[in-house]
């Protein structure tokens, strides 16, 4: 028995700790989701878009190869000791980076892979297996060692030119290199930041000669343990361990950021442009139209070049280009702005193009509703296709001189019914009118047409606005009657106060003996409580009662004026 375990403890020695199938997948899907979202602007991987080489971008435009579970057994010397890591992880077995570049070289001869600049390796080591660099008496006298000094590399050998990556297991471990946060409840998420980390960086500066700031820091190092703490910056959703930053493919993952010069800050995406066509007013078949990109607001990256399909085969790549257009109907507009990335941003407009335009159809019909001062002037619009505009002319002859405001007509090709009301008229005159519609294909006008103003109405005033009435305003009912010489007035006490004051009735007859003064015929002072109605008596004086004799039988119109009381016209009547 005792000798069965130790031969099962130097088994579990010397066989190759491996990554359970669900982490593996895990990483494939990583990669592959990024594979699927590859040169669009909406994750982390974008960001590093803006640098430059002499042969262009670094563009994101990834594919993925082929992923393989190593089982090579573990080299048995020239390697680095097991070790324990302040998080208290245990590695029980290491691998130094020598054996590790080795080791990947290996594997691609095996499986007949592609060298060079244009693929990157990543070697993940499983749980329990570390990785140092060193000791060297020289450089490096204590060994450097992962998940203490480092949490994942990128590096390249030389002969055979091989770009890879050691992406150490991060093994939960949130005191070292691990995140804890798991958006796909996998616990090789952990591993994915550092991933995406080297993936960045070895884009950026595969050969260890290219971008790198004043430090030595790379453009992933920028955003790994920032002053502010701020990595992954704001998440997008997900709850305490399962956080997200990033939809990539179908999936969430929390990616720490990447360094954007535009900015010149750590970035989760790059900042999009969004693009705008301005609208380009009415198109006609074979007329220049002018399009614009006004309106458009650059991202971090500005706009390098712009590019419009109009739709109808015809392109251009000016900002605010001409197009004629040699067929009628209606054509998708397209403009495409790119940014210092390569990344595209489109905004699309419909655009209908018109035949040649026609003026408008306009037919004047009778006026309606016409009262002393106030008429409806008709007509009839065709707008022919066209934005059309309307407007009634009128006055007193046929050279009109009096305008409505223009109105809308629409822009449609059927006759419609259109009105306008006009006021201020003079009563029992005869108007004339005709309406007028304008569309960029012209004027045009409709008949003369005639009405009359009815004659003018009694100017009696039946009610009285109470608006502007202040506290304790009387006011005054419209007729009063006349009995033994004094004017019997009804006034009610409104506004909300007390109504004090004194009335004063002024003829608006001129009375001959008076010359051209106006004299008051009567005056009484008043004192209603609020809310109240009364009925005031005014004596008149002998003048009053001499106009009101020699009045119509309709009566004596006077002026009721005075203090508390709201000013009207007044009827004094014989009963
Ligand atoms: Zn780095």
Excluded at 533 to 550: E, N
């Amino acid at each position: 028995m005792g000798s069965a375990g130790r031969r099962d403890r130097d088994r579990h020695r010397r066989r190759p700790h491996l990554l359970r199938a669900t982490e593996c997948a895990g990483i494939e899907n990583f990669l592959k989701d990024v594979v699927a979202d590859t040169g669009k602007p909406t994750n982390v991987y974008s960001v590093s878009a803006q640098y430059t080489d002499g042969t262009g971008h670094a563009a994101y435009s990834d594919t993925f190869g082929a992923s393989v579970i190593d089982e090579h057994p573990y080299p048995t010397s020239g390697t680095c000791p097991p070790y324990e890591s302040f998080g208290g992880t245990e590695f029980t077995s290491c691998i130094t980076d020598e054996k590790l570049a080795a080791e990947v070289n290996t594997v691609i001869g095996e499986e007949g892979w592609p060298h060079g600049l244009g693929a990157v390796y990543y070697m993940v080591l499983p749980p329990e297996v570390g990785s140092c660099f060193g000791p060297e008496p020289e450089t490096e006298p204590e060994p450097a060692c992962f998940d203490e000094e480092f949490c994942a590399y990128h590096s390249f050998t030389e002969s055979p030119q091989t770009v890879y990556a050691n992406i150490s297991y991060a093994n939960a471990d949130v005191f070292g290199c691990g995140v804890g946060e798991y958006p796909n409840g996998n616990v090789v998420d952990d591993t994915l930041s550092a991933l995406s980390h080297e993936a960045n960086e070895a884009v950026t500066d595969p050969l260890l000669n290219a971008w790198f700031d004043s430090e030595g820091l790379e453009n992933a190092d920028e955003c790994r343990n920032t002053p502010e703490g701020e990595d992954f910056g704001p998440p997008l959703g997900g709850g305490a361990g399962t956080l997200f930053n990033q939809e990539i493919g179908t999936r969430h993952y929390y990616l720490q950021r990447e360094w954007s010069n535009d900015t010149e800050d750590c970035e989760q995406r790059v900042d999009p442009a969004q693009p705008a066509i301005a609208d380009p007013g009415e198109v006609t078949i074979s007329q220049s139209a002018s399009f614009s990109s006004s309106g458009t607001v650059p991202g971090a990256g500005g706009i390098s070049s712009y590019h419009w399909d109009f739709g109808d085969g015809g392109t251009s790549s000016a900002p605010n280009p001409s197009h004629t257009y040699t067929s009628t109907g209606t054509f998708p507009v397209t403009l495409t702005v790119t940014d210092d990335g390569g990344f595209t941003f489109s905004t699309e407009r419909e655009v209908t193009v018109l035949s040649p335009a026609q003026v408008p159809e306009a037919t004047s019909t009778p006026a309606t509703g016409v009262t002393d001062t106030t008429a409806t002037l008709n007509g009839i619009v065709n707008p022919m296709g066209r934005k059309t505009t309307y407007r009634f002319e009128y006055g007193l002859t046929t050279a009109y001189g009096n305008s409505t405001s223009p109105a809308s007509a629409g822009a449609g090709s059927s006759p419609v019914a259109v009105s306008g009301g006009v006021a201020g008229l003079v009563p029992s005159t005869v108007y004339h009118f005709r309406i007028s519609a304008t569309n960029s294909g012209g004027t045009e006008e409709g008949a003369d047409q005639v009405f009359t103003t009815t004659a003018s109405a009694p100017s009696l005033p039946t009610t009285l606005s109470t608006r502007s009435l202040v506290a304790g305003t009387a006011v005054a009912r419209g007729v009063a009657f006349v009995k033994a010489g004094s004017a019997r007035l009804k006034l009610t006490c409104q506004g909300g106060g007390p109504c004090k004051g004194a009335v004063v009735l002024i003829p608006l007859t001129r009375h001959i003996g008076a010359g051209m003064k106006r004299l008051p015929i009567g005056r009484t002072k008043f004192s209603i409580p609020a809310g109240v109605s009364a009925v005031v008596s005014i004596k008149l004086s002998s003048d009053g009662k001499v106009l009101l004799r020699a009045a119509p039988r309709a009566g004596l119109k006077v002026k009721l004026t005075g203090a508390g009381i709201a000013p009207r016209t007044l009827l004094l009547k014989r009963p």
